[in-house]
């Protein structure tokens, strides 16, 4: 059975594991960017060339929509409802 009404402290402990799960993916997106520019500058072993170039490009793009897009996603998703008027 779930508790309609949560107490602060558990409203509290949910925010900061949203909190910490939105910082998690930002520090992921900004991991993916930084791998996908050394694929691009071709540090990366075994991506060498113009298959590194594109490989790169498209995990920089993921990267950048992992840093920028997916945690507002998640805090619109989590938001808490509006009162209408």
Do not use: C
Request: charged share 20%; glycine share 12%.
């Amino acid at each position: 059975m779930t508790d309609s009404n949560p107490s602060p402290e558990q409203l509290e402990s949910l925010a900061r594991q949203r909190h910490f799960a939105m910082a998690i993916i930002r520090f992921t997106g900004v991991g993916l960017v930084m791998l996908g520019i050394a694929a691009m500058v071709g540090r990366l072993p075994g991506l060498e060339g113009d298959v590194g170039r594109y490989v790169g490009f498209g995990i920089s793009i993921i990267g950048l929509l992992d840093f920028a897009v997916v945690p507002r996603l998640m805090a619109r998703r989590w938001a808490s409802p509006r009162d209408p008027k």
